[in-house]
């Protein structure tokens, strides 16, 4: 999930090697080589989140190898001049960030991805927005308005959103007869917004057949 610096001169991206924990990369728009943000940091560094200046990044942290104890969960924000750490507040036990573009709003999950927070920068504080089964893939709006994101319903996987303002929550398309993409990794799928806030997913556009084949050695 590669992020676009705000003047669109920089990506942020995860990269790993076999048996290495996952690393924040920059890299410039036109090319070149990555640059490794925090060599020294061991644990797995996740879903970066630009800050609307683009002087800084949040990201969710997590050992590479910790299970799904809460505790060792947290979102960091990283000065990208000085490259200082530091845990944002109140994230202990959340992860995948999702920073508005106008700066206003941030949403995470818990880690048994029950619940999805919010918080206000205003307020300064966080908020429950909703609840759920298995969250997954979360995506605010252009306007910040609403954040979608995939769930497990009565019917099945399905993509919903909720509004930021009064947390009503609707359910926006299921996935029961649409054939996906999942990635072998996590055993996800993946869905987006487009410019338009418009849904994205990765639809299977494959076919399987059974093969029988006749050998013969010389």
Same mark, same amino acid.
């Given at each position: 999930m590669p992020r676009w610096s705000p003047d669109g001169k920089q990506i942020a991206?995860?990269?790993?090697?076999?048996?290495?924990?996952?690393?924040l990369f920059l890299v410039s728009s036109e090319g070149g080589s990555p640059e490794e943000l925090l060599s020294a940091d061991k644990n797995n560094e996740d879903d970066p989140q630009w800050s609307r200046d683009g002087?800084?990044?949040?990201?969710?942290?997590?050992?590479q190898l910790g299970g799904g104890d809460p505790s060792k969960y947290s979102i960091q924000k990283v000065d990208l001049h000085t490259r200082q750490v530091s845990t944002f507040t109140g994230t202990v036990g959340l992860t995948a960030p999702r920073w508005?573009?106008?700066?206003?709003?941030?949403?995470?999950?818990?880690?048994?991805?029950?619940?999805?927070m919010l918080?206000?920068?205003a307020a300064e504080k966080w908020s429950e927005l909703t609840t759920g089964k298995a969250l997954q893939y979360p995506n605010l709006s252009r306007n910040a308005n609403y954040i979608y994101f995939?769930?497990?319903?009565? *019917?099945?996987?399905? $993509? @919903?959103?909720?509004?930021l303002t009064d947390h009503k929550r609707e359910r926006v398309l299921g996935f029961k007869d649409?054939?996906?993409?999942?990635?072998?990794e996590s055993g996800y *799928?993946?869905?987006? $917004? @487009?410019?338009?806030?418009?849904?994205?997913?990765?639809?299977?556009?494959?076919?399987?057949?059974?093969?029988?084949m006749d050998l013969e050695f010389p």
């Open positions: 991206f995860v990269g790993t090697s076999p048996g290495t924990p996952a690393k002087n800084s990044l949040l990201f969710a942290q997590y050992p508005s573009s106008d700066g206003r709003v941030l949403t995470a999950f818990t880690v048994d991805e029950r619940k999805l918080f206000d920068f995939e769930d497990v319903g009565e *019917s099945g996987p399905e $993509l @919903d959103r909720v509004n649409i054939p996906r993409v999942y990635v072998l *799928s993946w869905s987006g $917004l @487009d410019l338009n806030d418009s849904p994205l997913i990765m639809r299977n556009v494959g076919i399987q057949e059974v093969y029988s």
